[in-house]
């Protein structure tokens, strides 16, 4: 019935949201995919791994602090939505213009990650560059506050989003630890990062607009 929509919903909202903020290839992902192509799947996954679940710990930090609000939010939901759907437009221009400015005028490579040559360091140490990144927990947070029905609906719909989050994040984090040096060449090239962070930005903004969309 009606609270199955509602968990569905919560589902439905946190692969999006954990591809939306996943997907852009960043320092991160080249980290993983070099890790892996210089060392094994193994330490590749792991390292993955620990960049899904610095997202699952930001959402989850998102829907406890988005339920905490809730009733202190109440009288300016219809403010707050178009608050949060403007972050997320904001972030989505900030991704692309990142991504056109890398593309056009790529940095040098670096031997970063060099240190991270067993599962269990890159784990650990991929899991702690990611929580360093600020924008993951604004992300997160625009979705959760405008999304009352996932912030309030209870434990069940709020822990279906942060699954979800972590799933869909791991899946493309593993994804790239799968394809190894092939797919790290064909992702981290020019044309790739621009392609994915394009994507990505597209993502956000389908995200802002369900917001502010009538019934939503």
């Known amino acids: 019935g009606a609270r199955r929509a509602v968990v569905t919903e919560?589902?439905?909202?946190?692969?999006?949201?954990?591809?939306?903020?996943?997907?852009?290839?960043?320092?991160?992902?080249?980290?993983?995919?070099?890790?892996?192509?210089r060392t094994s799947w193994r330490v590749g996954a792991a390292a993955g791994l620990g960049a899904a679940t610095a997202d699952g710990l930001y959402a989850a930090l998102a829907v406890l602090g988005g339920a905490a609000?809730?009733?202190?939010?109440?009288?300016?939901?219809?403010?707050?939505?178009?608050?949060?759907?403007?972050?997320?437009?904001?972030?989505?221009?900030?991704?692309?213009?990142?991504a056109v400015r890398r593309h056009r005028t790529p940095a040098p490579s670096s031997r970063t990650g060099a240190g991270l040559a067993t599962p269990a360091r890159a784990y650990a140490g991929v899991l702690?560059?990611?929580?360093?990144?600020?924008?993951t927990v604004v992300y997160f947070a625009a979705l959760v506050l405008g999304r009352q029905s996932v912030a309030d609906a209870g434990p069940g719909p709020a822990a279906g989003f942060v699954l979800a989050v972590l799933a869909a994040s791991a899946s493309w984090q593993l994804l790239l630890a799968g394809g190894g040096a092939l797919l790290g060449r064909l992702l981290t090239g020019p044309g790739?990062?621009?392609?994915?962070?394009?994507?990505?930005?597209?993502v956000m903004c389908v995200l802002a607009l369900a917001l502010v969309v009538p019934g939503r």
């Open 128 to 135: 702690a560059l990611t929580v360093l990144n600020p924008t």
């Open 192 to 202: 790739g990062r621009l392609g994915t962070a394009l994507v990505a930005s597209a």
């Open 69 to 98: 609000l809730a009733d202190l939010l109440a009288p300016v939901a219809a403010p707050m939505r178009w608050c949060a759907a403007l972050v997320l437009v904001v972030l989505a221009a900030h991704t692309a213009g990142q």
């Open 10 to 37: 919560a589902l439905l909202a946190g692969l999006l949201a954990g591809y939306g903020v996943a997907v852009p290839v960043g320092a991160i992902a080249v980290l993983i995919v070099g890790l892996t192509a």
